[in-house]
């Protein structure tokens, strides 16, 4: 009943904006661009929570990485007596027997897996492709939510005996198996043939995931017990006679000034390159980390040539400061619309005065106070809410140009188009009514002599 007694007062406010196309395009320029502002933001804002979500999936949930450090001695000046009686200890970096000491002490570790990763190329029928071999155990695939698209994972056999069995990446399976079947058949890495028990299922990477936390592609990788590592390719923990002479090399060297005592520290001494654990509870994250950092500083002589790292933490600790980032994304954004309204008030304000003698005419002819306010806002009301539909598609049109010119992961929801149209709407109203409230204020009598 409302519409339809006020319907002619909003026909006579549309009529007005189509007769003065260009003023009303420029005044809902402000509302445009605001509300697409709001929701190009809000998609980046929404996009980069969403690829931190994903990263959480990515590292697994509760886990803890253990990673090889260099010793850090200071200065002769600076240096404490403890760091430098730690420069005269010995440490074998990390191996196996600090994970079987992690698994067995700790109780709050439900499972663990080292990995052991090398440098290889791939080759079958003269075909070579450069490749990353890691050598891990099945509780790795569980770590990291790693599914597989067919075969299985390796079997505790397997693991305890050294197999040279494999589990490919979706790359490999791509390059040298294209549409066959990979599982069954053989894979030469170095000079070892390694049979294919399984094929990994290809996972979305994102560029700004990081490996120190864990997260890193499978589909360039090849997959072997660590055991097989150890075994049939390198040990790193083992010392070889070449080496011996190698590392006399270099001290005789280091003794006669020729070479600097950093040169002995290029070669990697540990026999594990990441330690992987997943704790039973979030709650027990911390404390078990700080569990694994005593008894690791314990087996390593007191020396801190490793780095305990907890990536859901550091994630979730990103998370929360994207959420605050987003809030600021929103609230500059949201300005933009506050000052799109203040240009439809503005705009409106002039109109009023510019129809001064039209205000007057529909007030002899009878109309009331109430029906100049319903066509003043009208007019602002329709004005904004054109420009948030017109804003709302370009907001959809600039989120898609960000992710294809910039590789910016964006997320358009349903609730920041809401959001943001809801504003444009109420802003049209709340900016419109001061000045078709003039409007109807005004005395027909002077209206008509103006």
């Not at 009529?15 to 402000?30: D, H, M, P, R, V």
């Not at 803890?64 to 450090?69: N, Q």
């Not at 994970?99 to 570790?109: D, F, G, N, V």
């Not at 569990?291 to 390593?300: A, D, I, T, Y």
Request: charged fraction near 20%; aromatic fraction near 6%; proline fraction near 3%.
């Amino acid at each position: 009943m409302i519409f339809k007694k006020y319907f002619h007062d909003i026909v006579i406010g549309f009529e007005a904006i189509i007769a003065n196309k260009l003023k009303s395009i420029l005044t809902a320029l402000g509302i445009i661009f605001g509300v697409a502002a709001v929701i190009s933001m809000m998609a980046i804002g929404n996009g980069a929570e969403q690829e931190i979500l994903e990263q959480i999936k990515m590292v697994g949930v509760n886990n803890i990485i253990v990673t090889p450090s260099e010793v850090s001695i200071g200065s002769s000046n600076e240096s404490s007596e403890e760091e430098k009686a730690g420069a005269k200890k010995f440490s074998r970096g990390l191996t196996m027997m600090d994970l079987k000491a992690i698994q067995e002490i700790i109780p709050t570790i439900s499972i663990v897996s080292p990995v052991i990763s090398y440098n290889y190329s791939a080759i079958i029928d003269g075909k070579s492709k450069p490749i990353v071999l890691e050598g891990v155990n099945s509780n790795y695939f569980t770590l990291f939510n790693i599914s597989l698209q067919s075969g299985e994972i390796f079997k505790p056999l397997q693991e305890e005996s050294g197999q040279p069995v494999c589990v490919i990446g979706d790359n490999i399976k791509t390059v040298f198996f294209n549409q066959e079947d990979p599982v069954g058949k053989s894979i030469k890495c170095g000079q070892i043939w390694l049979k294919i028990i399984g094929v990994v299922e290809r996972r979305d990477f994102t560029a700004s995931a990081s490996d120190e936390m864990g997260i890193s592609s499978s589909d360039n990788k090849i997959f072997v017990p660590a055991q097989t590592i150890l075994m049939r390719f390198k040990n790193r923990a083992l010392i070889r006679a070449d080496e011996v002479e190698s590392a006399n090399a270099r001290r005789r060297m280091v003794v006669t000034g020729t070479a600097s005592a950093r040169g002995s520290s290029d070669k990697n001494p540990n026999q594990l390159d990441k330690i992987i654990l997943q704790v039973k509870e979030t709650e027990q994250l911390g404390a078990t980390a700080n569990v694994v950092k005593k008894l690791l500083l314990r087996r390593h002589s007191g020396l801190y040539d490793f780095e305990v790292t907890i990536p859901e933490l550091l994630l979730k600790q990103q998370q929360r400061t994207k959420k605050i980032f987003n809030i600021v994304l929103g609230a500059i954004a949201g300005i933009s619309l506050i000052v799109g309204g203040i240009g439809i008030m503005n705009i409106m304000l002039a109109s009023v005065m510019e129809r001064i003698r039209e205000i007057g005419t529909r007030q002899a002819i009878g109309a009331s106070r109430k029906d100049i306010v319903a066509q003043f806002l009208a007019e602002s009301t329709l004005i904004s809410i054109s420009g948030g539909i017109i804003g709302i598609v370009l907001g959809v049109v600039l989120s898609k140009i960000i992710t294809m010119a910039f590789d910016i992961k964006t997320v358009i929801s349903f609730f920041s188009i809401f959001i943001a149209f809801g504003v444009s709407a109420l802003v049209g109203i709340m900016f419109g009514y001061m000045p078709a409230k003039r409007a109807a204020e005004k005395d027909p009598v002077e209206s008509l002599r103006a």
